[in-house]
């Protein structure tokens, strides 16, 4: 089955600085990638997703990058902000396959500093 | 107002005593989910479903049952619990056949086993 590793596993950024985080994914037939926030005490809410059709996706100061080759997908944030201070999980699972489940990562806390 | 609902919120039980979470959504969505999140290992797929009478184990379904008998309502079963499904466990459901789309988490249910 799909296993999905990420890193790191916890991130502290200055207010402004960019932060990245990054996947990687086992199973080559996997071709959708969502990424999750979850803010304290809060539900996972879905801020960015990618098909494997398409290698980058920008959504104003967030963008996810998918290097399918190497099995690997980034989140990356510009201009963090103190809002931006959460959970993230990314994962994995295969578009209107027969048995679809979802694979998440173990989740990156990140910090941004005011 | 499009949501997911699951009740109760909060449980204290012990172990053996069986239990239902319930998870509804209004969304006429097809795919819907289990999950558990623990510090640490992010969130664990247990069971998810296709479709009406269409469920298959996630990552985790040992000690967990479900079942859906209609499209909106997806109950979790823990016939005997036990102190290691100590957890918060978040229901979702997705449009999209096969999950491959935004996934609406429910508010989480925070199940403490004695």
């Known amino acids: 089955g799909e296993n999905v590793e990420q890193h790191p596993s916890t991130l502290s950024v200055q207010e402004g600085d960019s932060a990245v985080i990054k996947c990687t994914y086992s199973d080559s037939a996997s071709n959708y990638f969502p990424w999750y926030k979850q803010e304290l005490g809060k539900r996972p809410q879905l801020i960015i997703d990618?098909?494997?059709?398409?290698g980058e996706k920008k959504d104003q100061r967030i963008a996810v990058t998918l290097n399918k080759t190497a099995k690997h997908f980034s989140l990356h944030i510009t201009e963090t902000q103190p809002e931006d201070s959460a959970v993230y999980f990314c994962?994995?699972?295969?578009?209107?396959?027969?048995?679809?489940?979802?694979?998440f990562g173990a989740g990156t806390r990140l910090t941004v500093k005011p | 107002e499009a949501q997911v609902t699951q009740n109760p919120r909060y449980l204290i039980t012990v172990t053996g005593k069986k239990l239902t979470v319930t998870c509804s959504q209004n969304m006429n969505h097809e795919y819907m989910s289990w999950y558990r999140q623990d510090p640490g290992l992010g969130l664990r797929q247990i069971y998810y479903?296709?479709?009406?009478?269409?469920?298959d184990k996630g990552d985790v379904p040992e000690g967990y049952k479900v079942s859906r008998k209609e499209k909106r309502n997806f109950p979790l079963i823990l016939e005997s619990p036990s102190p290691n499904q100590t957890s918060l466990y978040f229901c979702a459901s997705s449009l999209v056949s096969g999950g491959a789309g935004e996934q609406f988490f429910g508010p989480g249910t925070r199940l403490t086993v004695l």
């Open positions: 994962a994995a699972s295969t578009y209107l396959a027969r048995d679809n489940d979802m694979r």
């Open positions: 479903s296709m479709n009406v009478e269409v469920t």
């Open positions: 990618i098909r494997s059709n398409v």
